[in-house]
């Protein structure tokens, strides 16, 4: 019988990240809190099939039962989501009237 060799995180190839892997990218401090809220929402919007743009892409592969991400998938992601204020906000209270 041969033996089983069990991997680990740690066993990742360089170009793979799973949510620990993926802090601080993105072009801003992300946190794996951050980035596990974020996975999950989208994921639970896609699983009802009303995605939004912008949300953190699907996982590319997966290992074991942890979702890991390209580079590139991450880095595509994060050039095209929206910037701040991009959502409008909350409509002035008093609106000005241009003569």
């Known amino acids: 019988m041969t033996p089983v060799t069990y991997l680990t995180i740690a066993d990742l190839p360089a170009y793979l990240h799973d949510r620990h892997g ?46 890991v991400w390209l580079e590139a998938t991450v880095d595509a992601w994060a050039t095209n989501r929206p910037g701040r204020g991009a959502g409008g906000g909350r409509p002035r209270k008093n609106k000005r009237s241009d003569p």
């Open 22 to 67: 993926l802090t601080g990218r993105s072009g801003g401090p992300l946190t794996e809190s951050t980035v596990r809220s974020y996975h999950d929402a989208a994921t639970k919007r896609r699983n009802d099939e009303c995605p939004r743009p912008g949300d953190f892409p699907e996982p590319d592969q997966y290992f074991a039962r942890t979702p």
